[in-house]
């Protein structure tokens, strides 16, 4: 009989840092600069836990293309792999570095999977079809401006110009890794800037469309996002929705997680502000 009283491992969780080097907004909760040093502290509590990986979900910087180099030299005293995918703010930069983006996290592709044991770990790219991320004439903006029109016209809360969607591409990718992860009888795990329940602004687009794929695979058993930095918490059949608090909202209170992954559930230690919660596969 398997142990369930002791995890299968664990993993570290960050959301929107959103460092730069510029004066704070206190009417917005932004204190850009003071990110550097609570991911610094962050990564101190991950050094001291045994991690499988840390993952940062998006928002990086602020804005700046010359930003990326201070906060991602904090990264260079984690001691445990380091996984990184793109918000909308990190798209903030001269056209020209647009579509080197991906390469400065790190990432081997703008959506990719990878395993711990029996669970399936699934990165993806919500900025995929908007009206930032795409370089000037590609046609995945027009497409985000169309998109953007029909939730306007529709009175949408989330038709907001900072959110995005998948392109039919990656929205194919991720029925085909779910459905592999459904017939090896694995726990899938889902990586993403953008929320998609419960219903918010900061919303994908094409949450409607996305629900009901993950409704479709019983892999799916979890959804960890930034994006809106109050933080949130839904459940939608067997899928878990963990919208985590962003890091750059306080003077000096920190936020980030402890994933602990068992067979039957997943226990999260917050550390700061962020909550900690039990998530019952």
């Known amino acids: 009989m398997t142990d369930t009283s002791k995890p299968l491992f664990s993993f570290g969780v960050?959301?929107?840092?959103?460092?730069?080097?510029?004066?704070?907004?206190?009417?917005?909760?932004?204190?850009?600069?003071?990110?550097?040093?609570?991911?610094?502290?962050?990564?101190?509590?991950?050094?001291?836990?045994?991690?499988?990986?840390?993952?940062?979900?998006?928002?990086?910087?602020?804005?700046?293309?010359?930003?990326?180099?201070?906060?991602?030299?904090?990264?260079?005293?984690?001691?445990?792999?380091?996984?990184?995918?793109?918000?909308?703010?990190?798209?903030?930069?001269?056209?020209?570095?647009?579509?080197?983006?991906?390469?400065?996290?790190?990432?081997?592709?703008?959506?990719?999977?990878?395993?711990?044991?029996?669970?399936?770990?699934?990165?993806?790219?919500?900025?995929?079809?908007?009206?930032?991320?795409?370089?000037?004439?590609?046609?995945?903006?027009?497409?985000?401006?169309?998109?953007?029109?029909?939730?306007?016209?529709?009175?949408?809360i989330n038709a907001q110009e900072w959110n995005a969607s998948f392109s039919r591409d990656q929205l194919n990718w991720l029925d085909q890794t779910l459905t592999a992860a459904d017939a090896a009888g694995e726990h899938a795990i889902l990586f993403c800037h953008y929320p998609l329940y419960p219903q918010n602004a900061h919303n994908m687009w094409d949450a409607p469309e996305i629900l009901s794929l993950l409704a479709a695979h019983p892999s799916a058993k979890a959804w960890f996002c930034g994006h809106n930095h109050t933080g949130n918490y839904g459940q939608l059949g067997h899928t878990h929705f963990v919208n985590f608090k962003g890091m750059v909202d306080t003077p000096d209170e920190n936020t980030f997680a402890i994933a602990d992954v068992y067979e039957n559930r997943i226990e999260i230690t917050g550390f700061g502000r962020e909550e900690s919660r039990t998530l019952i596969f």
């Open 14 to 156: 960050v959301a929107d840092p959103q460092y730069a080097d510029v004066p704070a907004r206190p009417e917005m909760n932004r204190y850009y600069a003071e990110s550097r040093g609570k991911l610094s502290q962050a990564i101190e509590t991950f050094n001291a836990h045994e991690l499988e990986f840390v993952v940062t979900l998006g928002d990086i910087i602020d804005r700046g293309w010359e930003n990326f180099d201070a906060i991602m030299g904090c990264y260079d005293a984690l001691e445990h792999r380091c996984v990184l995918l793109p918000g909308n703010h990190d798209f903030s930069v001269a056209p020209e570095y647009l579509d080197r983006i991906h390469a400065r996290l790190n990432m081997p592709a703008p959506w990719y999977d990878f395993k711990v044991g029996g669970v399936r770990f699934v990165v993806l790219d919500g900025n995929d079809v908007s009206l930032f991320a795409p370089p000037p004439g590609d046609a995945r903006r027009e497409l985000a401006s169309a998109r953007l029109a029909a939730l306007q016209e529709a009175g949408a």
